[in-house]
């Protein structure tokens, strides 16, 4: 295969850095399309061809079950890509998304999730290749995936919630491996606003050091690994 090529679904409300940081994590041609905008891509033909190799589902600022008219189209074109085995990774809303797209059910969890957490493998998937049997993420939501879908099996989680999942070539990681340092430092600022105790928000912006954030190098192995997963995984793709 040559250059993977990936639609990016930018969930996220607003001028933010996920396409940035997706873009910067990515070592592929990433076209990106500001799905709460209600952009999207074309549909896949009646052959099955679809232009993209895979596909990246961002985080966001709404909830999946808030039940938005782009929601509802962005639900029915993942269930389409899923049936035809595009690969599909969904990024903390995206991979709440995805498992309630496919049948799962994500509720509010009654708090929040904020800061570094270790996260243990509990499955050799190939998405986490390489990767440790214990790793450190930067985690921030208030919802969770409370049931995965039919026949999904469970990556990763850790005492607050699923971590990762998988349905064939469609996989979920509710931690944000595409996190920089300033997008964790803005994100936890931005937390005052939305009711979160000061002294939370404090204790995580005290943890948000250089080096605390290098222990999250191994959870970005994502990337890369997913798009091991897209090239043994060829879409019928039409010429551009």
């Known amino acids: 295969m040559s250059v993977p090529q990936i639609a990016l679904f930018d969930a996220s409300v607003g001028e933010t850095p996920a396409e940035r940081n997706v873009r910067r994590e990515l070592d592929a041609a990433v076209s990106a399309f500001k799905v709460s905008e209600g952009e999207l891509p074309e549909w896949p033909g009646a052959d099955g061809s679809w232009p993209y190799d895979g596909v990246v589902i961002s985080g966001s600022q709404t909830s999946v079950y808030d039940g938005e008219p782009w929601m509802e189209t962005l639900g029915e074109l993942v269930r389409d890509l899923h049936e035809l085995g595009v690969p599909m990774l969904g990024i903390c809303w995206g991979h709440q998304f995805l498992a309630q797209e496919l ?10 999730e904020l800061g ?12 986490f290749a390489s990767m440790p049997g214990e790793f450190v993420g930067f985690e ?23 971590q990762a999942f998988s349905l064939g070539p469609t996989f979920g990681v509710q931690f944000h491996p595409e996190y920089d340092l300033e997008t964790v430092r803005k994100v936890v600022e931005g937390k005052r606003e939305e009711g979160v105790p000061a002294e939370q928000v404090d204790a995580v912006l005290a943890e948000a050091t250089p080096e605390r954030h290098a222990e999250t190098e191994a959870a970005k192995r994502v990337f890369e690994n997913f798009l091991t997963v897209v090239e043994s995984e060829p879409v019928v793709t039409t010429a551009e």
Not at 103 to 112: A, N
């Open 140 to 162: 921030t939501h208030s919802d969770e995936v409370l049931r995965l879908p039919p026949g999904a099996v469970e990556l990763a989680g850790n005492e607050t919630s699923c």
């Open 116 to 127: 570094y957490r270790n996260i243990e493998r509990y499955d050799d998937s190939p998405l």
């Open 103 to 112: 049948g799962g059910c994500v509720d509010d969890m009654g708090e929040y």
